[in-house]
């Protein structure tokens, strides 16, 4: 299930299931997106990316989904492994902008 | 070589102690960035520099200093800290501050503790 709160929001699956992790944004100039990936103790690491002008995109394994209209994105990590127990960011920027990073989803894999 | 090299890996530093953070990389990346990590929050933005020279600060107390000798490295120098300054500091290169598919790489950080 998932938590929200004063804590890092949390998202417990079962290994080999599917998991979905969201994620809202708030500049409606952003035109980048990216999902890190950060385990503990190291720093975060790239999973994929899209621009503004798609609404899908594939790697392994892995789909990023945005939906401009209501301003949300989505990491799908599919069949879900237990190396895959990490927290999850998304970053957004726009023309010359750093990123800026969303809150963060801890994921946990549960075997 | 992929990648961005941090060290130290760990410091432990009373508040008046000067120290210096280092950061490496040798993608021929023109832009490198500082972020601060506290636990379970994103990074924060510190400090971007642009070929070189300093793009962004974002109101960082000048007890941090950042200082790019050369196109691949990437100082912070510290003085004066106070115990709240405790975080993972973590710098990150990307290609240029401009345009789509601006993937920014980051290094693993520091472990930062100020007594």
């Known amino acids: 299930g998932e938590s929200v709160g004063l804590h890092l929001p949390t998202l417990s699956v079962q290994e080999g299931d599917n998991s979905i992790i969201n994620c809202a944004y708030s500049n409606s100039a952003s035109d980048y997106f990216i999902w890190y990936k950060q385990e503990s103790g190291k720093g975060p690491q790239f999973i994929i990316d899209?621009?503004?002008?798609?609404d899908k995109r594939q790697g392994q394994r892995v789909t990023v989904l945005l939906n401009k209209t209501v301003k949300h994105l989505s990491l799908q990590i599919a069949a879900t492994q237990p190396g895959d127990s990490a927290v999850y960011f998304c970053?957004?920027?726009?023309?010359?902008?750093?990123?800026?990073f969303g809150k963060g989803t801890r994921l946990s894999v549960i075997a | 070589d992929t990648e961005v090299t941090q060290t130290p890996k760990h410091l432990v530093m009373g508040m008046t102690n000067k120290k210096s953070l280092k950061c490496e990389q040798h993608?021929?990346?023109?832009?490198m960035y500082w972020y601060k990590q506290k636990a379970k929050k994103p990074p924060e933005l510190m400090f971007v520099?642009?070929?070189?020279?300093?793009?962004i600060n974002e109101s960082v107390p000048s007890r941090f200093s950042p200082e790019c000798p050369n196109s691949s490295l990437l100082n912070l120098h510290l003085h004066a800290l106070q115990p709240e300054d405790s975080a993972l500091y973590l710098c990150a290169s990307s290609l240029n501050l401009a345009g789509a598919y601006n993937e920014q790489f980051f290094g693993p950080g520091t472990r930062l503790t100020v007594l």
């Open positions: 520099y642009s070929y070189e020279k300093l793009s």
């Open positions: 899209i621009r503004s002008n798609m």
């Open positions: 970053a957004e920027s726009s023309g010359n902008t750093p990123l800026v």
């Open positions: 993608m021929g990346h023109r832009a």
